[in-house]
C-alpha cells in the first residue's frame, strides 16, 4: 500500500508552482517515507494541485502497489480526477477543458492501478488525521516554489 500526500504553492504572475509531496510506502520491515519539492508551471492553482498528484504518482516505487491513497487539501483537484478515474474508460471528456492535459498524466501515471482519493481540509489548527503530514507539504511545495 502506499500513501501520497501533496499540496501545492502557485504564483499567479509568473504561473510557477512548487509541489510538495510525501509518500509513505510499505516495504518490507516498516515503512519508508520520501519528502520531495518539485518546481513547475501551472495554468491556475488547480492545475498546480493536479501536478503535485502527478508528480508524487511518477515517484512512488515500482512496482505500483494494488492500491493508491492520494491525500490533497483541493477539493477541485479530486473532482476533476473523479470526473476521469472513475469512469470505466479513463476518459477526460466531462474534465474542465483547462485541466485535461494534466488529468491525462495523472491517468498515464496511474497505469490502470486503483485509486482512492481523499480530502484533508488545509490551512487549519485544527488536528485532524492527516493534519499534519499535510502541513509538512504545504511547507516543502512553497520552498519548492
Known sequence: MVVIFCDASFDNETKKCGCGIVIKQLIPNGVKETRI???DYAIDSNDAELKAVMHGLRH???PLPE???IVTDSQ???????KAIYRGDCSV???NPKYQTTVQRV???LAGERVRLYH???????????????????RLAKKSR
Open 67 to 69: 492500491t493508491i491513497n
Open 107 to 109: 491517468i498515464h501515471e
Open 76 to 82: 477541485v483537484a479530486i473532482e476533476q480526477l473523479k
Open 93 to 95: 471528456e466531462e474534465v
Open 120 to 138: 484533508c481540509k488545509g490551512h487549519t489548527d485544527r488536528q485532524r488525521k492527516y493534519s499534519q503530514i499535510q502541513a509538512v507539504c504545504d
Open 60 to 62: 512512488v516505487d515500482k
Open 37 to 39: 519539492t518539485i518546481s
